[in-house]
């Protein structure tokens, strides 16, 4: 199978105030390196915001344990639609999966927090634990056990290492994840009854490969598809934009962006957007491009070009110069830890 990701960069969620989201991200999931703070024009997405150019903020935070980040998009000059109904097997991302190392732990810690709706805990027909936790603007996060870190400190959680992914044709899905996105292993295949309707889920997966800067710090990836069986589920964002409230897009680290594109164009589809040459965030920078998937979900796809990793000394890393296979050292990927959400 093909190698062209080394893992989820980040989930971005559209939000309505970036600064509060960014401090109640850090409090729920440990999500306390700031990466990047940005203000620009969304000049590439017009075609997902009425082509119409807004300004946004867009903050990166991660958390070092292990795992992608969240993107917290806001526009600065429109208020974005809130939906405040979404079940599952609506169309598009239900839900960001979160790694724990104690899923009990973290069950009980999230249980004492106010505005959150946390579930029960649930096993899997697969045999996981798991259980979700809704968020005060009904956003959802699947909570799921992970032994895969890159490190370990004090917080129960780590960062997102996937998606719960409304399809309306599961075949199709799953051809295109596995064959567009490599997820080339399948965890689980199996039917349910849940809130009196059938559903079909398929959890899709792919180890951490160790090729990519980033590799080791993003880790193993792994999608849950879930299609209703009973109806046509409508799509989660029908009549809203890009960036309006809610899971706006999901984001892979892309190891050849170039080899990926032939790729995806051998397979008779391409990308709906390319940056194609460095598109600057803040301090960071990379190219960026999307594709959509069966359904029209957005998955981003980044090459990492520059990363601050010491701003105040002005110490960034350029990822052009060296070998996009090799991991940075252990080390390096720490010292992002020194520019904290504050």
Known sequence: MHQ????????????????????????????DVLIFDDEAKASLMTQYTGNQEYNRRAILTMNLQGGGGLELWQFLDRVPIVINEINLGDIGIYAAIIKSADIFASHKRLTTIADLKVSDIAVCNSGTHYFYV?????????????????????????????????????????????????????????????????????????????KGAFNKLL??????????????????????????????HLCFDVIAMD????????????FTVDSNNTF??????????????????????????????????????????RNQEKPLPDWMIKMLALSKVK
């Not at 719960?164 to 075949?171: A, K, L, R």
């Not at 193993?220 to 899971?247: H, M, S």
């Not at 032939?262 to 008779?268: A, D, L, N």
């Open 4 to 31: 062209f990701l080394s893992g989820i960069q980040q989930i971005g969620i559209g939000v309505r105030d970036a600064e509060t989201a960014k401090h109640t991200y850090k409090h729920l999931f440990g999500m």
């Open 280 to 321: 600057a965030m803040d301090n960071a920078s990379g190219r960026f491009c999307y594709i959509e998937d069966p359904d029209g979900t957005l998955i981003e796809l980044v090459e990492t070009h520059r990363v601050p990793i010491l701003k105040k000394m002005g110490w960034y890393l350029d990822l052009r110069k």
């Open 259 to 270: 080899d990926l594109k032939k790729h995806v164009q051998s397979r008779g589809l391409d």
């Open 134 to 210: 809704t968020d005060a603007h009904n956003n959802s996060f699947k909570i799921i056990p992970s032994t895969d870190w890159f490190q370990k400190d004090k917080h129960d959680l780590g960062g997102v290492i996937g998606a719960v992914i409304g399809v309306s044709n599961i075949e199709k899905s799953i051809e295109f994840y596995q064959t567009i996105l490599g997820l080339d292993t399948v965890l689980y295949d199996f039917q349910m009854n849940e809130n009196n309707h059938n559903f079909r889920k398929v959890g899709l997966h792919k180890s951490a490969t160790g």
């Open 219 to 248: 880790g193993n990836v792994t999608i849950e598809l879930i299609q209703n069986l009973d109806q046509q589920a409508p799509k989660i964002y029908n009549n809203r934009y890009w960036g309006d409230c809610g899971f706006i």
